[in-house]
């Protein structure tokens, strides 16, 4: 018997059943051993020795890999062909040999490209061992990671409450958000205007064209500031002479892209289908392990964590019969298209993203694919055949058209387009822009003629702003890092869920803003740490890493250069006061946290409560917050403003005058705290507070006049005498939101709104529904995976009363925060319904004294 040994389940399946009943194929579920999240876990005065911590589940797992193992024939090693699985593969033979279940075992390690049966059996037919730099590499990137993240945290810590490393890569990612943010803040709009033509040829065929030039000089962007300049010009071409004094064209031809690498595709989904990077990585890793078609278990496309853009030649020659078949020979080119690969490592450098089988075209198996697995594959398919087809023929045409103006003066105009001489792979496919409209050379033109004297339709003046730079998206995002060197294929998609998870940047319309503390973070480490999040620096080790796999440099020596520039930078701050931290982070965050006001002379940072204070960041329980240098004195306290926009609604100091309270002549103010604005009735008096109350976060700072104010301060309002029990029910709003209560029961209302709107009857409905409701509600079910690879039976994903989670028989295991429900795989549900059963065949000494239960585990209960 002959054990093989692969990541997923799923593709354990698959491969079972290409190879026989002479082999037995077990799934190590990924990594099987890690850093443990502890100090010392890598030792830099130990040669870099690294403690690796195998945790529960994966213990069980290589027992039974051990189990197996022992007497079989051979061991091969079939993990993924990328870095990652080279490593996986290391560390199941480094666990074995630990474990002494390798006697007499032949130990092989093959690599496929496409889980299918010819490229298994070919795999199996030229066999290799562990590859030792591409493992080097591994290990040099996880000792880097894991030094930069427990080296740093504890500085963070200590002179930034609260915050701790994003880590050695995503920091540097979060920059890029953060300074991208920074620049829009710091944007001044300016205002310019543009003046079209719309002309007719003889034909009557439209066409337009924009002014250029006026007597002889050249415009520029600006050069038409405002209204009245544009109205001048606009006149003047209104009653003018129209000849077109040149027309020229051009042939073009446009190339089609290369096959998909990682971050192509990830690029590409986002803009075409909409996905989030993790989320075209679950597709694409489901399609490239296997799927049913037809009763038989195969993988659709070849492995998706490449930087590499050459298919193998005879793929090529499949694509380009298909596209003969398809398309007839005169989209087909002359010979195959060869593209060079942009990567700097060769040995990670695979084929690109591609159709195992190219005559299964995307209209032939949509129906037996999941519907974001039909348009990834066809999009994959789409771009593959594109690549090996004959380029787009265009024809550039430029017409200048010259003017007299009414007013005596000669305007230039030119009217720029393009036709399509020959689609070639423009047929099928074309690749999306990011942040970019339709321009002037997209339009076509009608037959145009020197000479000719088109008639004149329309003029229109229009008026435009320059807009700052967009913000990114997941897609522009991984784009810049490509460009810059940052990071590696199987590391995208990581980088960006750790800044999510992590809370340092949100989604918002598919934009990435970063959150105040990931600036916080990004301005510390800018300020003590500069090189480290220098683009140079990061792409310089990236690169270095890439060397390491390449046999060019050793792994130690590499960490020993990086471990000591790096202790010394932290130890040159271990004496730096918290104050000298943040008036550095005052300096850099100033435009953010300190927006100028209405007058640009005055002092952004002056208190507006004592006016002889300095504003400044301070660190609380809670986080960062904006304070006065003259505390305790003065307790002028805000939050950092989200945008200078923001910062000018929200009221400071004595805070906003509303008005006065009609019962008691006292001042209604709306002010700003710590944790958000409030408003409050009259001053301190003493040891006597005032009384306040917070505005919630769904009201329009503008909208809150005395009136509302009025309505906040008297909460809790009291609604009625509830019929039953003649005792009142109060409505307010409290921590969990807006509520009603009576006699000790409380229940939720819609919306702070409702608080101040609901009657007598509603409110007696709510607490009633309350009270009496006992049993949790029905699970809805979002997503049907499939069946259990291993034990049968069906896995789903559910919505319940205590959130999302995945159900297998009577295992129910809670879903992580940072997957989306309809977006989990049954490789992830598998493992995560393997973690839960685990925990529960290991029971708890504490018994009734634990007090925390998981969502899915709480659904199961009665």
Known sequence: MNVVIVESPAKAKTINKYLGSGYQVLASYGHVRDLPSKDGSVNPDSDFDMQWEVDSKSAKRLNEIAKAVKGAEKLILATDPDREGEAISWHVLQVLEKKKALKGVDVQRVVFNAVTKQAVTEAMAHPRTIDSPLVDAYLARRALDYLVGFTLSPVLWRKLPGARSAGRVQSVALRLVCDREAEI?????????????????????????????????????????????????????????????????????????????????QQEASRKLGFSARHTMQVAQRLYEGIDIGGTTQGLITYMRTDGVQMDPEAITACRNMVNDTFGATYLPDKPRDYKTKAKNAQEAHEAIRPVDFAKDPKSIADMLEPDQAKLYRLIWQRAVASQMSSAELERTVAEIEVQGSDGTRYGLRANGSVVKFDGFLKLYEEGKDDSGEGDGDRRLPALARGETPSLHSVEAKQHFTEPPPRYTEATLIKKMEELGIGRPSTYTSTLNVLRDREYVRLDKKRLIPEDKGRLVIAFLESFFKRYVEFDFTADLEEKLDRISAGELEWKDVLHDFWRDFFAAVDEIKDLRISEVLEALNEM???????????????????PSCEDGRLSLKTGKFGAFIGCSNYPDCRFTRQLAESTEEAAKTPSGEGKLLGQDPETSLDVTLRSGRFGPYVQLGDANGDEKPKRASVPKTFDLDTVDLERALALLSLPREVGLHPETGKPILAGIGRYGPFVQHDGVYANLDSPEEVFEVG?????????????????????????LGEHPELGGPIQVLDGRYGPYVKHGKVNATLPKSLEPKEVTL??????????AAKGKGGSKGGSKRKKTTAAAKEAAP
Do not use: M
Not at 186 to 205: M, P, Q, V
Not at 221 to 226: A, F, G, L, Q, V
Not at 777 to 784: G, M, P
Not at 827 to 836: F, K, P, S
């Open 185 to 265: 803040e710091l944007f001044k709009s300016r205002e310019y205007w543009s003046i079209e033509a719309g002309l007719a040829n003889a034909a009557g065929d439209a066409f337009a064209a924009r002014l250029v030039a006026v007597d002889g000089n050249k415009l520029d962007r600006y050069d038409i500031p405002d209204e009245a300049t544009a109205s001048k010009y606009k006149a003047g071409l209104e009653g003018g002479a129209y000849t077109i004094a040149s027309v020229e064209s051009k042939a073009q031809k446009r190339n089609p892209q290369p096959p998909f690498t990682t971050s192509t595709l």
């Open 760 to 784: 007598i009857n509603r409110a007696v409905t709510a607490l009633a529904e309350k009270k009496t409701k006992r049993a949790p509600r029905q699970a809805t079910v979002l997503k049907d």
């Open 589 to 607: 965050l100033g435009p953010h946290i300190f927006p100028p006001g209405d007058d640009p002379e005055a002092d952004p940072r002056k208190c």
């Open 827 to 836: 490789d992830q549900a598998v493992t995560l319904i393997a973690e839960r």
